[in-house]
């Protein structure tokens, strides 16, 4: 069983910088893939960015990739979104979720084990 917990959401302008972050609890973080979504109102739950169980592998959404970097940090349990140039259409809940049985480069959420409850980011124009 793992617990994922988020921090870092805010209220930032278009063109700032947030640093997301996702604290799991439990001895086995360095075993799972893990991953970031986010769901803007009114709209499904995307795939925004997942990394390797080792941090060797990233993979990123199309809109996110040079904006974006997703870290890890086996020792702290903790997995990171660095989102800079944030645009209006970035605003919305991000969740980070981990993926023990599937490959790191699948984007499929049903194949995601645990989620954390999610954290606002807000992008004013």
């Known amino acids: 069983q793992v617990q994922l917990v988020e921090s870092g959401g805010g209220l930032v302008q278009a063109g700032g910088s947030l640093r997301l972050s996702c604290a799991a609890s439990g001895r086995t973080f360095s075993s799972y893939n893990m991953g970031w979504f986010r769901q803007a109102p009114g709209k499904e739950r995307e795939f925004v960015a997942a990394i390797s169980t080792s941090g060797g592998l990233t993979y990123y959404e199309d809109s996110v990739k040079g904006r974006f970097t997703i870290s890890r940090d086996n020792a702290k349990n903790t997995v990171y979104l660095q989102m800079n140039s944030l645009k209006p259409e970035d605003t919305a809940v991000y969740y980070c979720?981990?993926?023990?049985?599937?490959?790191?480069?699948?984007?499929?959420?049903?194949?995601?084990?645990?989620w954390g409850q999610g954290t606002q980011v807000t992008v004013s124009s």
């Open positions: 979720a981990a993926n023990m049985r599937y490959a790191v480069s699948s984007r499929r959420e049903t194949n995601y084990d645990y």
